[in-house]
């Protein structure tokens, strides 16, 4: 049981560290400028993100499902996942987004 834990907790910590790596932020990074072509510019919605480690957790098909909150704000959401390809490199397969980040960002 002790083992299981300990297994647990280093998977946990390994499936943090990787989503909130540099190479993790190139994968998932174009999906900001794909819904928001001004992201992090003072005419674009998007000015900032934060990784909610609470919601990071392996995919049972494969690789890391999370999500991403923008601005600070618990409703607009971007949920992600990333995988790694057959050359070993972080890719993001796919994104979803809130309600109310996508109505927001039609504004």
């Given at each position: 049981?002790?083992n299981?834990?300990s297994e647990?907790e280093n998977?946990?910590s390994?499936m943090i560290?990787?989503v909130?790596?540099k ?9 900001f ?8 510019k003072?005419?674009?919605?998007i000015?900032?993100?934060e ?5 990071i957790?392996k995919?049972?098909?494969s690789?890391?499902?999370f999500?991403?909150?923008?601005n ?5 959401i971007i949920?992600c ?12 397969t ?11 960002l039609?504004?």
């Open positions: 049981m002790i299981s834990r647990k998977e946990n390994q560290k990787l909130e790596s190479e993790a932020e190139k994968a998932f990074y174009h999906w400028t794909y819904v928001d072509p001004q992201a992090f003072k005419e674009g919605f000015q900032s993100y990784i909610d480690r609470n919601s957790s995919n049972p098909m690789g890391i499902d999500d991403i909150i923008i600070g704000d618990s409703d607009f949920s996942n990333i995988n790694k390809n057959s050359d070993g490199e972080i890719e993001s796919s994104a979803t987004y809130s309600d109310k980040l996508s109505q927001a039609e504004r």
